[in-house]
């Protein structure tokens, strides 16, 4: 009887010894706190860490006693906003715009005025340009009477542009009479009744951007 009293005195002693031995291995992580098979902290219903017998305030770390070693500071980085690129203007030239009038007359016509205001808006992405608006009539009548025809639709058009408000150009204004005909020579085979027609791309207004 005394034998098997001892036999199991010596078991449990040993099973204590192995269970001593194998504790700290599992504290080695959390020097001063009690942790589990997994190496992971041991805490109370209230989230409290066990605390080991050796434990110190040097060994506090933040998970268990933040009010010793204070909240651990996050480095935060500056964030960089990204570098955007803004376009480049557009500084294309525009063509040359060519606007044409009624026989005998020097008022713009509403497809004249529509075309005007998209040059127009072309000519406003440029840096202080100079645009030149040239006048011209067609061959039938006087040579003087031609000239003043030709100043007064070019004159039309500059008024027009003025109107928009904004000086976003240098003009420069002349009236060309019949000179620099278009059509050339063609209405020269045309029948009278048809000269009128013939010639109507002569009684214009072109408008383009000088360039030194």
Known sequence: MKKRNALALAVTSAVFLQVGCASPATEDAWPGYRTDGRGQLLKTADGHCWRTADWSEDKAVPECDVAITGEPVVEVKEAVAPVV???????????????????????????????LKAWYQEVARLEGPVVKIDGYSDPLGSDAYNQRLAEQRAQAVADWWKLQGDSIATLEVKGHGEDSRVSGGHCQLVAADNLKHCYQQDRRVELRIWQP
Do not use: C, N
């Open 85 to 115: 690129e803004k376009p480049a203007p557009d500084k294309r030239v525009p063509e040359p715009l060519r606007v044409t009038f009624a026989f005998d007359a020097a008022d713009l016509t509403e497809a004249s005025r529509i075309a």
